[in-house]
């Protein structure tokens, strides 16, 4: 019978990581739904990008990957702050899901706390499919984007990503 | 070129105007952002569905009509409660677009305020077509469901959307 | 083996049929949650008081009815406003609870939706011990004292709420 | 010895009747603090304007009615909802004061029941000097112009706040 | 005469200090409000419970201690962030009080500014008697049950508290 | 033709650096909106003061400096914590401006993206006349007053600033 899987992810950028798991968990399911978490944040160091940046890098990515597009939802999700909220919120607003694809121990505690089937995603290669080591090196002017998908490379340069980073980070208001 | 449109709906439940709408504006633009707004609500009188259960709703109906999945992005929008911030939320959250299609004096002022290019959507039978007197119908027991595509329908009842709808009317808290 | 119950209301004011309604749980029950709901709203004409003097009203008249104070607790639920939050909210901040009792309908679909067990709770005389009743009456300068328990009507006295209520129905900001 | 007074309106829009008020409050003290309540709204029937398209409106009356600018400060006050916080946090956004000068009951209560000293301040002809009256003329096309300042509808000619107020009148997002 | 205190903590996990200091305002005053302070916080290393448990955990202690349960009232308080609102905000949330006692600059700056009577609480061996210590504990597995009452032990080890702070160490996204 | 400035700070508390900044942009525009920022927040080591303070600092300062009260408006603006709503947020609470004046990279990124001209101003020694070291220096007990304008320095006095800082310093709810 039809499953449909649960990915929670900020997608600053979206990597090739990233990537790896989604077409991991398409393999166990039929359906993922993409939740683009704290899609409020955007013009900080942690969080660069909006949400409807980080869609579209996400469906560059998987258009690119040859994933189609009947096999995904992309649904950004606001943070609340107040973690045992968090799940009731989400929930509201996606489709309906049966299997939580999370290594993160706060996703993982709060949805088995609220009765959902967890299942762990393996890291590929972590410690450079990372976004935090990319928002690094774009900072520090290093090779970036061989770490995410060409569309998406190509995207953040458009919207000049790269300079909006650096800029920032001489912001006393980050 | 290719260019976006956005479409702004609530969606409470959707029906064959939507549908109607939707094709019109994929006659004017390559793809159509669909946003399904006043997100956070659910369980009222004006917005028995949540967010999640509207999502699920327009997929089915936009398959069941045959348009392709890669014409299209649903994202659900919180409400912010204050008008002047509506545009730049909005545009936080989704994709960018050209486009704006609406008939909705707010919407249509907002957006025209924000300098957007903003284009009317003919009505379809609008007194039938409308959300309202589908939800009216459901609470007094009347056909709606020739007024809905017939996944929306089947959906409506899996869900037992009659019963909340018919159930919440008797609520001094709605 | 011991059960607690919930019992919510916004207790505006707290008055003889709230009474009945605890003394019947407590027949079920070995304790019950008093939740004072929409805790944060206060000099309204539908929620004149606050809900610190409404958990004073509650303990006063509890007390007067000689119910043990080890046999329930009262605690303030501020709204959520977002229907689909309200049970992972109100369970974040009560002890843990297995029967919910109530009659009202949005009340009853929530926590059913959400898996628990809810029961009625029978009316008693609900015209007249009704909140909206005794609001009426107090605005009125009608007798509304013997709808509620004789410590209830001597606080509401001490604090002016009669006044209050008056005053504020000249409002247009009400 | 110099003293300061509170003056409270939403001034949407600000009127003859406003002016009146100043002026009767400044024979009384040295400096008024005018408060532009609601200040998050605009772009519905009832608020129409933004708080600062407001501050515009009135530092434009006031200067045209020769009050020195050194004699008056116009502070933007978000409403917060939750009137026992209205006070703190008014309070938290202005300057010091000594008198609240009003006639809204609301108003009236929360500062007397936070321990300021009130008084009322007489109405001008209230019946036409009024904001809900001159929203009701842009609406159906009447002379309004000679309810207000003469610099104030020369400015909401300049933004087309008739307008605005006309196309909203059609929304039903309002 | 019958006076009320005012006792704020956020109970991470209720201790013994706590307890202490319970006992001291006791033989001041004839009612003490226990307020639960950040309750809408918990999953986090700071603050891992929510406020319900934090409820049960401090009338399980105060039980445990012979305390009856007509001499306190334990009322979560969600924080407001904004410090200017908290005392209003407390004190609507809230039976009158006609003492605070802290030690807690923050509290004690605020409510001597709102002009009410605060009175230092002596600390019991603070250097062990301390949340944070306990939760340092629970973290490192050294024993932490010493520090706290019998009852909030075994109620902590029942909810598995211990397994959700070791786990939520490790989250990147507490 | 007349132009409007726009220049964004905090004021904790108003210094001889914000006095030059004003000085210099009131001779490139004929009027200046000085915005307070983060309005909401106080009582903290980096926001000891309240906007209504920082009102009545910011005043005494410029006229003390003899900058009549015609040429600027003082306006406070909460912060909205989601940057992409800042500018639509701030703009709605201030009358129009042509010009931001800033070097803060955060508010400058945030007005070029949002198409509006941004001038720099010049730092006017940086290093003391900074907010952050008057506040170390009121901590440490140094000389602080030589940075600020002498009216400032005596309000801070009157209202016991200095001792909130260093009261606040002990607390660890900041």
Redesign the interface.
């Known amino acids: 019978m039809a499953e449909t899987g649960l990915y929670v992810g900020r997608f600053q950028p979206f990597h090739l990581g990233h990537l790896e798991a989604i077409r991991h968990i398409l393999k166990k399911v039929d359906f993922v739904i993409i939740a683009i978490g704290s ?6 160091l942690e969080n660069p990008f ?4 980080r ?2 890098m996400s ?1 560059l990515a998987l ?1 690119e990957a040859g994933i ?3 096999k995904y ?4 999700i ?1 943070d ?1 702050n ?4 968090w ?3 989400l ?6 899901f049966q299997i939580v694809f999370s290594k ?7 949805f088995r706390e609220a009765g959902f089937k967890v299942e762990p995603i393996p890291f590929f290669n972590r410690e450079i499919y990372s976004a935090t080591e990319i928002r690094k090196r774009m900072l520090s002017n290093e090779d970036w984007s061989s770490l995410v998908p060409r569309s998406v490379a190509l995207f953040v340069r458009r919207i000049k990503g790269e300079e ?1 980073l650096r ?8």
């Not at 899609?39 to 900080?44: D, V």
């Not at 107040?82 to 909220?85: D, V």
Request: aromatic share 4%.
């Open positions: 899609a409020q944040y955007s013009h900080t909006t949400a409807g940046e869609m579209t469906r258009e189609p597009s009947n939802s992309l649904v950004p606001p609340v107040i973690h045992r909220l799940v009731a919120h929930t509201s607003l996606t489709p309906s993160e121990p706060l996703t993982v505690t709060l909006r800029y920032l980070s001489g912001s006393d208001r980050t």
